[in-house]
């Protein structure tokens, strides 16, 4: 239906959103400005004990800072309520005393149509309960009894029964008046392909029903009492009311469960539901009969920002995960991040519950891995890389489904984790296999890690940064020669790390041997390759050129310093991001966005490959150490732009 924006307009002026969104959440009234509209609260739409959700009544919008969900008074609705479209329009009508406008009647068939399918629906849910109590169910209630499901259970769940019988449903439902053609579109009964009388979809099975996020039937799920059924769990065929992919089992009570503190587990199956639930994990819901779909994914995060994916402990449960890594990775980020359980060898949720307890099940769900380990995993698990050929392989991998990510902060922190886990992984091999302190005393002080102190050996072998005085040396080179006088601050004045750690590991230097020191500077490790490199970079004329910022009294002046050549480091690396995004965005017509955004990347590329000299003299004494290196660096044209 199309509404005027006038309309709309007014809705949103007559109601205020604190109103709508008031009945969901807690202000917190220290922190909220009445007078103002403006208000804060705790977001509902995930778990959270601080108020991060702000609601500006004036601007008619909400946004949670924590989850980074959004949106007006129709979204929330639509969001924290499950309702669609209209029916939130004529909520917020008749709050707003307003009159709806005159609705296309296709529209109005349609809308009245569903209500119908739902009634039906809703019947047989009624019929299927009633049916558990009769005697063809004794099987039924045997085994629903051993799975201990009592009748508070069936009550909650609305389980029901569906006998062996072909016209069982349908007959009883033509006896209320329903029409056939209702009953065949609500999936509840199929016409043979012959053109014989319609018959029952589920006969002799266990019946669940799936309800929305309101609360409506919607389908339903059978599992067969035959143990040679050819399937042993059915669900209804796809409907006007039923998108299998859309939609969750156990959805709507799950949303409360979980605005109210608890986490959001998925697990495989409605008896596992059932389980989880029982056992106190009320945010539990499950997929409908298949693999979990973008849909899913995005309602389970409107519901949390971090769900917990609770897998059987089994091939098929890890092959489950597995694929499940290429379809979240595209789609992950701050507010949107997953985690993973495994269960026992051979176990479910409602296994594990049954035999070992609600504990049991805390401490798996407690042991949940991130995203990133199982991508690990994926790529590690019972391969040998005892060459530089496979270790590379495993780089291109692993970068490729990292660069999958839309975030970049995110893709970053990824980078860091595999970082660490492939120096577990190589660090053996790698490291001294010596005595701590080497032949050549490299490491000074008390003990081994970060605040240990490189004390300066005897100069090596000039390396590439001696090569940097040639003319004609690229922009690659230049921050070679910044890159190592950041790692020499960094290894002279070890209480600095603490301060840009994330800012060293987003270096990701292209020589193993200075990934390796960044590494030990980290970790307080000391391999082999780290020291060698630290060795080289000492030797360095531009950095021997530099005594002030290599005396360790000078803390203060290096922190500066450090500061200053990350700095050069980080705008020229995003300048070059930026340009490049632009000019794949230059393919239309620019607008005025576009054009000043390229010219901020353009100042920005000016700024870092000619930095102004001036902005030094805050440096004190050291300035001059540094100043030398820049003017030797412009003095030999490595300010150029990069070679293609």
């Known amino acids: 239906m199309s509404l005027p924006p006038q309309f709309l307009d007014e809705i949103r002026a007559r109601v205020p959103l604190s109103r709508v969104i008031g009945r969901k959440v807690v202000w917190d009234l220290r922190r909220s400005n009445q007078a103002k509209g403006d208000w804060w609260a705790p977001c509902p739409f995930h778990g959270e004990k601080t108020a991060s959700f702000h609601v500006d009544d004036q601007k008619g919008f909400y946004y949670c800072f924590g989850c980074h969900a959004k949106g007006d008074a ?15 329009v004529e909520l917020l009508a008749s709050e707003a005393g307003l009159q709806m406008p005159e609705r ?17 629906m809703e019947q ?46 349908f007959n009883a439902l033509r006896s209320k008046g ?125 519901i949390s920002p971090e769900p917990v994916i609770a897998l059987d402990g089994d091939s098929a449960g890890l092959r489950a995960a597995m694929r499940l890594i290429d379809l979240a990775l595209p789609m992950t980020g701050p507010g949107q ?57 495993l780089d291109k991998a692993l970068a490729e489904a990292v660069a999958r990510i839309p975030d970049k902060d995110t893709r970053d922190h990824y980078h860091a984790v595999l970082r660490n886990l492939k120096w577990e992984l190589f660090g053996n091999r790698r490291r001294d296999p010596g005595p701590a302190r080497t032949p ?49 601050i960094c290894a002279t004045h070890p209480d600095l ?26 970790s307080g490790a000391q391999s082999q390759a780290g020291q060698r490199a630290l060795e080289s970079i000492l030797a360095e004329p531009h950095v021997r050129a530099a005594p002030a910022i290599l005396r360790p009294h000078d803390g203060d002046a290096a922190a500066e310093i450090l500061a200053n050549a990350l700095d050069r480091i980080e705008a020229r690396r995003a300048a070059r991001e930026e340009i490049a995004r632009a000019e794949a965005e230059i393919q239309g ?45 412009l003095k030999n044209e490595i300010w150029r732009k990069p070679r293609r």
């Open 74 to 88: 129709l979204t929330f609705l639509r969001e924290a309520e499950g309702l669609g479209f209209i029916e939130a």
């Open 497 to 522: 790390i603490a301060a840009v750690e994330s800012r060293l590991e987003r270096l990701e230097p292209q020589d193993p041997d200075r990934a390796a020191l960044i590494h030990d500077l980290l």
């Open 124 to 169: 047989a849910v009624r019929w299927f309960r009633m049916q558990l109590g009769m005697a063809a169910a004794e099987q039924a209630r045997d085994y629903l009894a051993r799975r201990g499901l009592d009748a508070a259970a069936c009550e909650q769940f609305g389980i029901g029964f569906a006998p062996d019988q072909r016209q069982g449903l």
């Open 104 to 120: 296309d009647p296709r529209q109005v068939q349609r809308a009245d149509r569903r209500s119908a399918l739902v009634e039906v």
């Open 337 to 393: 991040a997953l985690r993973f359980a495994f269960l026992p060898q051979g176990q479910d949720p409602d296994d594990l519950i049954r035999a070992r307890g609600a504990g049991a099940m805390a401490a798996v769900l407690d042991e949940a891995r991130p995203l990133v380990d199982l991508l690990w995993r994926r790529e590690t698990e019972g391969r040998v890389f005892d060459s530089p050929e496979r270790r590379a392989a």
């Open 178 to 302: 329903i029409a056939e053609a209702l009953i065949v579109e609500a999936g509840l009964v199929a016409r043979p392909d012959d053109g014989g009388a319609p018959f029952d979809r589920f006969r002799g099975r266990i019946t669940f029903p799936i309800r929305d996020g309101r609360g409506r039937c919607i389908a339903f799920g059978g599992r067969a009492m035959d143990p040679n059924a050819r399937a042993k769990y059915l669900n209804s065929p796809e409907t006007p009311l039923f998108d299998k992919g859309r939609n969750l089992y156990n959805v709507g009570p799950a949303r409360a469960a979980v605005a109210k503190g608890k986490p959001l587990v998925v697990a495989e199956g409605y008896m596992d539901v059932i389980a989880l639930v029982r056992a106190g994990f009320e945010g539990a819901v499950a997929p409908l009969g298949t693999a979990i779909t973008e849909d899913q994914l995005r309602l389970m995060w409107r």
């Open 589 to 633: 017509l620019a607008d005025e966005g576009l054009t000043w955004r390229m010219a901020q990347s353009a100042r920005a590329r000016q700024q870092a490959d000619h930095p102004s000299l001036a902005d030094l003299s805050d440096l004190g004494e050291n300035s001059d150490a540094f100043r030398a290196i820049l003017e030797s660096a």
């Open 440 to 488: 050549r005393e490299a490491w000074q002080g008390p003990g081994q890690g970060r605040n240990a102190r490189f004390q300066p050996v005897a100069p090596a072998a000039p390396t590439r940064a001696s090569r940097l005085s040639l003319p004609g040396a690229g922009e690659e080179e230049a921050e070679f020669l910044i890159e190592a006088m950041v790692l020499a």
